[in-house]
C-alpha cells in the first residue's frame, strides 16, 4: 500500500463533534503505539526519518502542519488542518513536518512498539536503500 489520505469519521450536532479511528476499518493496521508532537517552535521541523517496518498513521488534531513523504519514487506535500483527515504512511517511507503552527497538535498512530533499530535516520542510505 502507498501513502493515502483517509477521510476519517465523525459525528457532528449541536454539541460539537467526535472523531474517531479504528483498526482494521479506518487504517489497515492494529494500532501498537500512539504518540502526539506538540509546543513545536516556529519554523522547527519534526520526522526527518523512514521505518524499516513501522505503518504510521498521522493526524493533525488542532492547527495546521505540512507533512512532506518519500517513498524513494514520489514525493509528496500534504496540507493538513484538523483532524477529518489522516495520512497513512507505509514503512520505508520518509517523512518530515514543516509549517507546524504554534498550538499544532499532531498525533500519530503506529503499527509497531517503539524500537530505535527500526528508524532509516540517513536520506542519502535511504534513497540508496531502495
Request: charged letters at 25%; glycine letters at 10%.
Amino acid at each position: 500500500m502507498s501513502v493515502k489520505i483517509i477521510q476519517l469519521p465523525e459525528v457532528t450536532d449541536a454539541r460539537g463533534s467526535l472523531g474517531f479511528v479504528e483498526a482494521g476499518k479506518d487504517i489497515p493496521f492494529d494500532v501498537k503505539r500512539i504518540f502526539y508532537i506538540y509546543g513545536v517552535p516556529r519554523g522547527a521541523k519534526r520526522g526527518g526519518h523512514a521505518h524499516k517496518k513501522c505503518e504510521q498513521m498521522f493526524i493533525v488534531l488542532q492547527g495546521n502542519a505540512d507533512i512532506i513523504t518519500d517513498d524513494g519514487s514520489v514525493k509528496a506535500v500534504h496540507n493538513f488542518n484538523g483532524p477529518a483527515k489522516g495520512l497513512y504512511v507505509p514503512q520505508r517511507t520518509w517523512v518530515e513536518m514543516q509549517n507546524i503552527s504554534q498550538g499544532a497538535v499532531i498525533m500519530v498512530l503506529c503499527s509497531e512498539h517503539y524500537n530505535a533499530d527500526d528508524y532509516l535516520k540517513d536520506y542519502d542510505s535511504f534513497r540508496g536503500g531502495k
